[in-house]
Structure formats: C-alpha cells, structure tokens
C-alpha cells in the first residue's frame, strides 16, 4: 500500500492518523495515534529485509519515539521513546539494520544504526553530526543527509520575537550547514559546507535539499536553502 503520516504543530497531542491510498483522489485512515501519544509524524519508512515498517514521531518527551509495525498496521509497537536519540526524519532500512540521522536543536545530533536481532532492538551510534537533519538522499551505495541551521525551538515566546531572533538550538554547532556522505563501510564525511544567510530562522532554516527518491546518476544534485551564497541556485557534486 501507498502510505503517508499527519504533520501538524499539535503541540496538544491531537489523535494524528496514517492514511493510505486506495483509488485516485481517495484516501483512508489506516491507523490513529490516539490522543496524548505523539505530536506528528517524521517519516515511514518501509524495511524489506525484516518485512515490517518503521515510523519515526515527534517531537517532545515521549512523542519522541520509533515504532514498528506489521501485520499491515494490526500491531504498531513503540519501540523507543521519550528521549531525543529517537527523533528522526531521514531513515533508511538496510540489511544492517535501520540507518537514521536525528533532528533535534536541543542537543548535540548523531548518525544512528537501529540493529534489531529478532524481538531486540539496540541502537548504536555511527557518527556525529553538526546539526539537526530534516533532508536526505541515496546516491548510488551512498547516504546524504543535511545538517540543519535551526532555532532551539521555543514555541512559547511571543511571535514578534521570532521575527528578529537568530539564536542557534544547542544541538547546532554552527552557523553552516554541511553535505554528509558516506556508508556503513566507509564511514562519514563532509564534503561541502556554506554558511547561513543573516535572516531569522522564521523566514527560512539553513539546509540543503534534494530531489526525491534513489539517485543513480553519476552526479548529486543538491539546492542551498537560506544560505549567504548560492541559495536557491542548484548545484552538482560529483567525485
């Protein structure tokens, strides 16, 4: 099946739904998150080598969390919760396990391996990272991710505020975002960094972003969002 999770604030912990497609222009609720479990969901990511999906929530506490689920959503498990290790948009499932970058601008981000050994699951971790990550790609064997130039994420001050403030989250180490790639077996690098543009995180949070799906081309193609130079413009990186 076609599936695809609700993203709002919910800062309330609404019930948010799984949708799944079942003709053209026709959606159904798979399943709910009932009320005061999650915030939203980050990604759905389908795992051929142990036959289940995993579902990455957020944001705060205990809507931080990985799920599993199977049996075509007649049994969705929380794995892990309530600490920001878990809060992930980019995953992608690998023979190894499950391959995920964390988002978070409340502390420092990693890359992560989720290694799941029949009923157990440990995460291990592969790798720092300078920022929070929200946008990722495969190319070729490879994994890309962008760091994020993000806020620390504070919804309680007031709007007038956020039009002016450029403080950084924690988890951000600086003012550039970077262009990771690698595997597994090689490792992690940085292979491109540009600095954010002077604008409050309002307007735009400094990333790369790049287009959808598997790239096996012989180039990576990427755009800089809110960056001091290059922003918008699209750029190719090849070895």
Known sequence: MIVFGGYLSNMDKKPV???????????????????????????????PYRGCLWIFTGDFGSSAAIWKVTENFMCVKRVFSNDQQYRACAAYALPEGVLYVTDTPFVRNHIYLLEIDGEECHIRKVSSFDGSCIYSCQWKDKYVFSSTVEADGNKSQPLIKSFFDRKRGKGIKDENVYLY???????????????????????????????????????????????????LDLLKYHV
Do not use: M, S
């Open 17 to 47: 739904h799984v949708y799944k497609r079942v003709g053209k222009d026709r959606w159904e609720v798979v399943y709910t998150f009932q009320e005061k479990a999650i915030n939203h969901i980050h990604n759905i990511v389908p795992d």
């Open 181 to 231: 790639l690698g595997n597994l077996q090689e490792g992690f690098h940085v292979i491109y960094k540009i600095k954010k543009d002077i604008w409050p995180f309002i307007f735009q949070f400094g990333v790369f972003r790049f287009p959808c799906g598997e790239n096996r081309g012989e180039c990576l193609y990427f755009q800089p969002i809110a960056t001091k130079i290059n922003d």
